[in-house]
């Protein structure tokens, strides 16, 4: 019997980090699960270890992997009833100095392609009355990020989009979250160049891809609208509603650079 209420769950971005831990979770609960990423082999290796894995490579900045996911999501003979927008990616450094094709890509992803996933999801969720959608967002989505601009951006829109949606579905049956972490080990240091915060975070700052993994899908299940893992970075969001907004972005931009 699953812990969890959903039927059939969709991870994008599984092949690492916070949704292959989702995965795992999902696996143990029972939940078919159909993993999307670009790594068929990472893929392929928690196919053979886990129960109920289908595997589904794509790259969603393209149109293509944007249509096999759509196609996947919204198949009447394999319904899926819980979406998690998980893959994203950052690029730390100054704005001028970062490739543009790379930031395009990084909006491409983290705004477009979820966008349009989303939009899949809750095309065939809302007329059946049931179904949950988990948008991964970051804490970076509640103030300007100074070195980190376009992935901030990218996050408020999809913290913002999700709380919009999950108040225009209130009633519906079908859930809509955003799930906000905080600093959490995982390839995406490497990925968008913030290795050197392993030094200038301290450990407690930290927070697990399990604390948060297990936090979000909880969240997704109970209905609600945000998810902040950690006692710390619940605090820190709580408290930013206090701070004035001038004071909020210079904060942000000494963190930025020491
Ligand atoms: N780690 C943190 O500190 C932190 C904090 C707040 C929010 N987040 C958010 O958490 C989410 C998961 O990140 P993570 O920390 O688990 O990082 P991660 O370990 O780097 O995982 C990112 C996942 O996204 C996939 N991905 C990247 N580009 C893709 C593309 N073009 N098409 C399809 N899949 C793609 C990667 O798979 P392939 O490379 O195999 O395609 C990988 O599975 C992201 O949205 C991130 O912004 C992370």
């Known amino acids: 019997m699953s812990s969890y209420p959903f039927e059939s769950a ?16 999902l696996a143990e609960a029972g939940v078919p699960t159909v993993l999307v ?3 068929a082999d990472r893929l392929q290796a928690l196919a053979d270890d886990l129960d ?43 704005f001028h100095e970062i490739d543009p ?20 999801a809750l ?4 007329p059946r009355g049931r179904g949950y959608l988990l948008n991964v967002s970051s804490v970076a989505s509640f ?16 913290t913002s989009l999700s709380e919009s949606l999950h108040e225009e579905l209130r009633g519906s049956g079908v859930h809509v979250t955003a799930l906000c972490p905080g600093l959490t080990r995982t390839e995406f ?43 710390l970075y619940k605090g820190l969001v709580s408290m930013a509603d206090l701070v004035p907004r001038g004071v909020k972005r210079r904060l942000s931009g000494l963190v930025q650079r020491h």
């Open 123 to 126: 095309g065939v969720m809302v």
């Open 52 to 94: 109920g894995i289908e595997v589904l490579v794509a790259d969603l900045v393209t149109p293509e992997g944007q249509a096999a996911v759509v196609d996947r999501i919204t198949d009447p003979d394999a319904p899926i009833d819980l979406v998690v927008n998980n893959a994203g990616f950052g690029s730390n450094g100054r």
């Open 37 to 39: 990423a670009r790594r």
């Open 143 to 158: 103030q300007p990020a100074p070195e980190l601009a376009v992935y901030a951006a990218t996050k408020a829109y999809v």
């Open 101 to 120: 094709d790379r930031l395009a890509d990084e909006v491409e992803l983290n705004v477009a392609a979820l966008t349009r996933l989303s939009s899949a």
């Open 189 to 231: 240091q490497s990925v968008s160049n913030t290795e050197q915060y392993a030094d200038r975070f301290p450990g407690f700052t930290w927070t697990s891809p399990d604390e948060v993994a297990r936090a979000g899908l909880d969240a997704v299940a109970a209905g609600r609208a945000i998810s902040v893992p950690g006692v």
């Open 10 to 25: 969709l991870v994008t971005g599984a092949s690492s980090g916070i949704g292959e831990v989702m995965v795992g979770l």
